[in-house]
T-cell receptor, first 115, second 114 residues
């Protein structure tokens, strides 16, 4: 099955600086890589995703890059703001013709934005 | 509308009780999921339903019993749970199973087993 590694487990940055979270995956068949933000006591919310036919995707201050050869993908948040403080999960998904998969998550990164 | 609704939001049950968690979506999604999330851990997949049929059971103990009465509803029946089963139970849905389909989570049901 798929295995997703996520680093770092905790990331503290100054407000206005950039934050980068990195993930690697094991299953070369995986082709969908979403990122979820989870605030304390809330549900995971999709913030951005990337499919294997593209290498980079951007949405305002958030960007994701994918390197399929190296099997790693990263989340980049620029101009960080206090409301960016949360736990971020990367995930990977693959579909094999004989079955169907849910998401395999990384262990999460606790992002702390220092004022 | 990307809404997945779960009830109840909080549930406290004894180890001999029988209770159910309910999930509903009206987005026409044909894939529905149950995830379990412990504190400070990522969500863990429990069950996947595709077109109302169970397609994945991730070796979940039989004290958890899923049911999909129709394409909009998903239940999780609970019986003889243990204190270590206390967690946030997340329902989710997507247009269908298969990679590349966005999975939307409900708010979750906080379960405490006493």
């Amino acid at each position: 099955g798929e295995n997703v590694e996520q680093h770092p487990s905790t990331l503290s940055v100054q407000e206005g600086d950039s934050a980068v979270i990195k993930c690697t995956y094991s299953d070369s068949a995986s082709n969908y890589f979403p990122w979820y933000k989870q605030e304390l006591g809330k549900r995971p919310q999709l913030i951005i995703d990337i499919r294997s036919n593209v290498g980079e995707k951007k949405d305002q201050r958030i960007a994701v890059t994918l390197n399929k050869t190296a099997k790693h993908f990263s989340l980049h948040i620029t101009e960080t703001q206090p409301e960016d403080s949360a736990v971020y999960f990367c995930a990977a998904s693959s579909y094999s013709g004989g079955g169907a998969d849910g998401l395999t998550f990384g262990k999460g990164t606790h992002l702390i934005i220092q004022p | 509308d990307t809404e997945v609704t779960q009830t109840p939001k909080h549930l406290v049950m004894g180890m001999t009780n029988k209770k159910s968690l309910k999930c509903e979506q009206h987005m026409g999604h044909r894939a529905m999921y149950w995830y379990k999330q412990k504190a400070k851990k990522p969500p863990e997949l429990m069950f996947v339903y595709s077109y109302e049929k169970l397609s994945i059971n991730e070796s979940v103990p039989s004290r958890f019993s899923p049911e999909c009465p129709n394409s909009s509803l998903l239940n999780l029946h609970l019986h003889a749970l243990q204190p270590e089963d206390s967690a946030l139970y997340l329902c989710a849905s997507s247009i269908r199973t298969g990679s590349g389909n966005t999975i939307y989570f409900g708010e979750g049901s906080w379960l405490t087993v006493v």
